[in-house]
């Protein structure tokens, strides 16, 4: 960029701040016309396309200025924001990364990429880029939250408080740091300070018109006050977005008002699945796990090399269909003194990728697998195995004194032959919980596990009777078995299950586990106060109350709800 900008670039500013827009552009295009490479007028240029609307046209402005200064800070960092703020995350992913390459010391793209990837789920890696904004900035505000809020759903609460109120010291003013300063405190089971930070930023946002009304009906339905909590609901209308209308649908059902409970949770997960753009794409299932079933057969699996064993803590994998009980199960384990939890761990999903760029041909996963059976590539399930614990280790997961580490990632069971493949001999446990209880319990959280089906009660069944054929069929073939446990059993007979799934690990006994309640970690999950609380079952059966909702899906869903071993 030019020392200071022409004076057609300033008379454009001048109208633009004036709201001719059309006289901005008429001016810009007038600079470029005699100078197409000046950066002062490109960039006024996109900040007119962007205000109209006009993503493409901003997009190409961006891209011109980054493709005539390749290293150009603004271009580089509105392009990402530009791309991220219109839900375009693969697109804003790689100009992160690019901005990150061409200014690896710019606070900016180390932030811009923070963001990206604590979307993303991959949490460590977001931390680093945040920590090194704030090396690069010193202490601001906006790196501090992203920073807190990254720390907060890696269970790393007393950090994530240490950068919160940092940066509520810096911005005092800010009612939304106040508001996350709370759930921090909340998730430290410190409800006095976690009221005390909730009526501040109340206060603030009543000046700012910010409601944390939701918030507030959130601390008093896990304090067991439903009806506190939705009348505060209902008198603030205005509240009434899809995660409201989902929280009320909640409440309702709490106090047993089951008809008016469904009818908000079909209500506001339709609408949570329009605001996302999100569908679940039955055809597209059913195409992959043709392909899975057709090309993972026991012969195939017989012929396909399998990886050694690498020293170091090893993964315990908790499979099973989101709510039905992987959070307890892996809460219960982190007790033990020679097990750290890894929580829902983003690796194996990235095996696909991995097995694109090392294996020849133009088939697609998993028909690229049998490019396995060479000589030369027998090697590719060692790099899996080295992949997934390379990665572990950047989570903080292969610490001294561990033994263990659990990956509790949601329907996992998809791509068990490749863990079977990169880790033949380690644990395996399938959670297994009455059907239509999972089904409604998907269908009271906004979760988006499963291709998406968990915003209709007949895409949950969809899913979970397609997952329920490719499980039965790898069962079939895999030859080594996991442990199946089920939900009702565990909490009916919780020491004896403690122990046999103890065991089947090869771990002792340790009182702790029976105890995990009063474990101090907190469960990044929906429902992490359950796990904080004695085990009750109160959440069992609770499908009975919607039975008449589940009539007519009774004759696809049934044979799962019998093959699992439960009553129709």
């Not at 959130?218 to 609901?233: N, V, W």
């Not at 609380?533 to 059966?541: A, H």
Request: charged share 20%.
């Amino acid at each position: 960029m030019t020392a200071s900008p022409h004076p057609l670039v300033l008379k454009g500013r001048q109208a633009f701040q004036a709201g001719d827009v059309s006289g901005a552009l008429s001016l810009c295009g007038m600079r470029l016309n005699e100078a197409p490479t000046d950066g002062h007028a490109l960039e006024l240029k996109a900040v007119i396309q962007t205000s109209r609307g006009d993503v493409r046209g901003a997009e190409a402005t961006l891209r011109l200025a980054i493709d005539h200064d390749p290293a150009s800070d603004w271009a580089l960092n509105d392009l990402t924001q530009l791309l991220h703020n219109n839900g375009q995350a693969l697109a804003a992913e790689i100009a992160a990364r690019e901005a990150l390459i061409q200014r690896p010391e710019d606070p900016q793209a180390h932030l811009q990429l923070a963001v990206i990837l604590g979307e993303k789920g991959d949490l460590p890696a977001a931390e680093f880029h945040s920590r090194r904004a704030l090396d690069l900035a010193g202490s601001h505000p906006q790196i501090l939250i992203t920073l807190g809020l990254c720390l907060y759903r890696q269970g790393r609460i007393d950090d994530a408080l240490s950068a919160l109120l940092e940066a509520h010291r810096l911005q005092p003013e800010q009612a939304q740091v106040m508001a996350h300063i709370s759930r921090a405190y909340e998730a430290r089971r410190d409800m006095a300070d976690a009221y005390i930070w909730l009526e501040r930023a109340e206060a603030q946002g009543r000046k700012t018109g910010e409601s944390f009304t939701l918030q507030r009906a959130l601390y008093l339905r896990h304090a067991e006050q439903p009806k506190q909590a939705l009348d505060l609901i209902e008198s603030t209308p205005d509240t009434l977005a899809p995660p409201a209308m989902l929280e009320r649908a909640v409440l309702l059902d709490k106090l047993g008002r089951h008809d008016e409970a469904m009818q908000g949770f079909v209500t506001a997960k339709a609408r949570l699945a329009q605001d996302m753009g999100v569908r679940y794409e039955a055809t597209r299932v059913a195409h992959e796990y043709a392909a899975l079933t057709d090309f993972f057969t026991a012969e195939r699996m017989q012929n396909l090399p399998k990886a050694t064993v690498r020293q170091g803590p090893q993964p315990i994998f908790i499979l099973g269909f989101p709510r039905s009980g992987s959070t307890m199960i892996e809460q219960m384990l982190d007790a033990h003194p020679h097990v750290s939890a890894g929580g829902e761990l983003p690796f194996v999903a990235e095996w696909q990728k991995l097995i694109a760029d090392l294996l020849p041909g133009a088939k697609p996963y998993p028909e690229r697998l049998a490019q396995m059976q060479a000589a030369d590539l027998h090697h590719v399930a060692g790099v899996l195995r080295d992949h997934y614990l390379d990665r572990a280790e950047t989570y903080g997961l292969l610490g001294e004194g561990k033994t263990f580490f659990t990956d509790r990632m949601p329907l996992n069971d998809v791509h068990l032959p490749l863990i079977r493949l990169a880790f033949p001999q380690s644990t395996v446990i399938r959670m297994v919980r009455h059907p239509l209880d999972v089904a409604l319990s998907m269908l009271s959280h906004n979760l988006t596990h499963g291709y998406h089906c968990g915003y209709k009660i007949e895409t949950i069944i969809a899913h979970k009777v397609a997952m329920q054929a490719l499980n039965t069929h790898y069962d079939a073939v895999l030859g080594h078995p996991a442990l199946i446990l089920r939900y009702e059993d565990f909490i009916a007979e919780q020491k004896g299950h403690t122990l046999r799934v103890l065991g089947h690990i090869g771990l002792g006994f340790h009182e702790a586990t029976l105890r995990f309640h009063t474990h101090q970690r907190h469960a990044p999950t929906p429902t992490y106060t359950q796990v904080s609380r004695p085990l009750n079952d109160r959440s069992i059966g609770r499908w009975k109350a919607y039975e008449r909702f589940f009539v007519p899906f009774m004759d696809e869903i049934g044979p799962v709800i019998e093959a699992l071993g439960y009553r129709l």
